[in-house]
């Protein structure tokens, strides 16, 4: 089950997020695949979509891209059939709500389970709706919901999002939207610590603005893990970049 | 309560809600808690109506345009949104919620704009409070409606190029909620229609609520009754609708009647009438009806009107449409600019395209001959000259 998700791993845990379909359209699994091999410890897939609110220009440009390229939950589930037999860490989608109504939620929950994905970040899910209509869906195939925190998010909210959660809950390093710079100063680390004196049942994860070695240990300083995906997203663009995976990965853990 | 209002909940029927990122919660949770009792309170009730008054130049005159009237054999009421200060409804909005903002100890403001209207209203009621303004605006809609922009510049208000997507509306609407995540705690956001999350399509409704109030006693003065057979507005996201239909949703008896705009032709590929082509969907934090792809992206829409060419509706016109409230219908190009020009060879009055639309309709209709139609005349033409000339070769 996903709340042992990394029960039994080591600290300092490297999550890399990138868009499926980008830089092209059959990317997505050799990417998946270079990133175990290089050391990453889980993924996380986004699925692209037309008004990414939440996104930065690098993050939004690569979802342009992937919907140029065709890339959409369809052609996605069907390219994942095949990730269980060239990746084992744990995978996350994360995208937004239209695409999921539109597919279908049952139908997504169901389509995840097949393909052996772990869970869901949809940060425009309301908790109310996730609550009152489809827990029970992703509960019955296994698939986690991941909620966002903020420094802005309140304690009784915090609390709620822990017990709905069961896999890990993902911190945003500041009220911003992807690709800005983690500045760890004096009040993110109060908020860091505040979160991590809260001895919340499920793992924290901070996401958003982490880019290097410097900011990755910061943040897992406070955390069990980290997310890079702006500045992996940058490397994609880049020509072999399937070869620059692996040194981008120690640079980061070092 | 009227089953055409927002509920408890944020919800008109099953649309409405507020499906936004954990960033924006405190915001709108913020917002969601405190709007009801201020705008209640006695003090923003006096100024809004002050200001209403002595700045906007309310109440915007129910005209009764005779020519016209002989023309389509009913007796037709234009609502004249045009002459508010701004030349459209948008001042009513955002008057009100500058003044939500100050009590809400905001210090900054932003808003989206498409065709500029609700961007010049913004800075308009920013300059009028000493606000800093930032407007967001697609860098085609900047290039196509230049005027707007130097109308806002002068007053004070930095406008920034949406560069994203399609560079118009729906993009410059992204823009300003990413602002918005990045700037959460002295930034109010300035929703210019009935979209958003809620309570963004319930506030401004209300605030535009004055147009159907103000209606239904002029109607009176000038009738004896009330209650019109008929109510016309346009929607692209809907305002001057919902501000239009607001105080006779429960009369039953009138009929609702909301123009969208079909550009080319609903079946054109290149339209806004977003009913005739849209599916349940969620879009700038609020379920509604949305043109959107079979996966569930949103499409483009097209209108010669910049301020039709949205490609969803407000929650509340999405359930007036649903539950058969209100008829939705659909006006193409063609249509709406030679119903412009009507108006201005009738009765001396250019309207705005967003306008013509609605007025558009009445070629569709048929009159027993002693029925009483209110169109909104939500905005004047000045802003649309250009096109005009384009379209008629002036």
Not at chain 1, 58 to 79: D, R
Not at chain 1, 107 to 121: R, T
Request: with cysteine.
């Amino acid at each position: 089950m996903n709340e042992n998700l990394f029960k039994d791993k080591q600290d300092r845990l490297l999550s890399i997020y990138y868009t499926a379909g980008y830089p092209t359209l059959d990317s997505t699994i050799n990417i998946a695949e270079e990133l175990e091999k290089s050391g990453a410890d889980f993924l996380e897939i986004g699925f692209p979509y037309s008004d990414p609110v939440a996104d930065g220009p690098v993050i939004q440009n690569s979802s342009e891209i992937a919907l140029k390229n065709g890339m959409n939950l369809t052609l996605l589930f069907e390219q994942l059939k095949e990730l269980r037999s060239r990746v084992t860490i744990p995978v996350f989608l994360m995208g937004y709500c239209n695409p999921v109504l539109q597919y279908g939620v049952e139908n997504f929950c169901k389509s995840c389970a097949e393909v052996g994905v772990n869970g869901v970040i949809i940060p425009d899910l309301p908790m109310y709706e996730y609550e009152d209509l489809y827990q029970e869906t992703f509960l019955q195939y296994g698939i986690s919901n991941i909620f966002l925190v903020t420094p802005q998010t309140s304690t009784d909210r915090i609390h709620k999002i822990d017990k709905l959660s069961n896999s890990f809950i993902y911190l945003l390093s500041s009220n911003a939207t992807t690709g800005k710079n983690l500045e760890v100063g004096e009040s993110s680390t109060a908020y860091f610590q505040r979160l991590k004196d809260m001895n919340l049942n499920n793992p924290l994860v901070i996401g958003f603005g982490i880019s290097n070695s410097k900011t990755f240990r910061q943040a897992t300083d406070y955390a069990k893990g980290a997310i890079i995906g702006t500045a992996f997203v940058k490397l994609l663009a880049e020509e072999d970049y399937l070869s620059k995976i692996k040194s981008f990965i120690a640079d980061i853990k070092s | 309560m009227s089953k055409y209002q927002v509920n408890e909940k944020g919800y008109y029927g099953p649309f409405g809600g507020a499906y936004i990122p954990e960033m924006l919660y405190p915001n709108v949770e913020e917002l969601q808690q405190r709007y009801l009792d201020i705008i209640h309170e006695e003090s923003f009730q006096q100024e809004f109506h002050s200001l209403l008054k002595d700045y906007v130049g309310r109440p915007s005159p129910l005209y009764y345009a005779k020519r016209f009237s002989e023309k389509y054999g009913a007796h037709i009421f234009l609502k004249r949104e045009d002459l508010n200060h701004t030349g459209a409804h948008k001042i009513n909005n955002t008057i009100g919620q500058i003044l939500l903002a100050e009590r809400l100890g905001k210090k900054r403001i932003i808003a989206e704009t498409g065709a500029g209207q609700h961007g010049v209203a913004t800075a308009t009621v920013c300059a009028l409070k000493g606000l800093e303004c930032v407007v967001y605006m697609g860098e085609i809609d900047i290039q196509r409606q230049a005027p707007n922009v130097a109308r806002m510049k002068m007053m004070g208000a930095t406008v920034v190029a949406a560069q994203s997507g399609s560079k118009t509306l729906k993009d410059a609407t992204n823009e300003a909620l990413r602002d918005w995540i990045n700037n959460p705690v002295d930034t109010h956001y300035i929703i210019g229609s009935v979209v958003g999350p809620h309570p963004y399509p319930d506030l401004v409704a209300r605030f535009q609520s004055i147009i159907s109030e103000e209606t239904k006693k002029q109607l009176l003065e000038k009738t004896g009754n009330s209650k019109p057979d008929y109510v016309l507005a346009c929607v692209g996201g809907g305002s001057n609708a919902a501000g239009m239909f607001y105080h006779f949703l429960d009369d039953e008896d009138v009929k609702l009647i909301a123009v969208e705009a079909a550009g080319h032709g609903v079946d054109s590929g290149e339209s806004a009438a977003t009913t005739a082509l849209g599916k349940d969907g969620v879009l700038h934090g609020s379920r509604s009806i949305l043109m959107q792809t079979a996966d569930g992206q949103v499409i483009e829409p097209y209108s010669i009107s910049a301020g039709l060419d949205y490609p969803g509706i407000g929650p509340q016109h999405a359930w007036l449409f649903k539950s058969g409230r209100g008829q939705y219908v659909s006006i193409t190009d063609d249509e709406a600019m030679q119903a412009g020009l009507r108006l201005t060879k009738l009765e001396g009055i250019i309207p705005a395209i967003e306008s013509s639309h609605a007025l558009a309709y009445l070629e569709k209709m048929t009159f027993k001959g002693d029925e009483n139609v209110v169109i909104c005349l939500s905005g004047r033409g000045d802003k649309d000259l250009d096109n005009y000339m384009k379209y008629f070769g002036f």
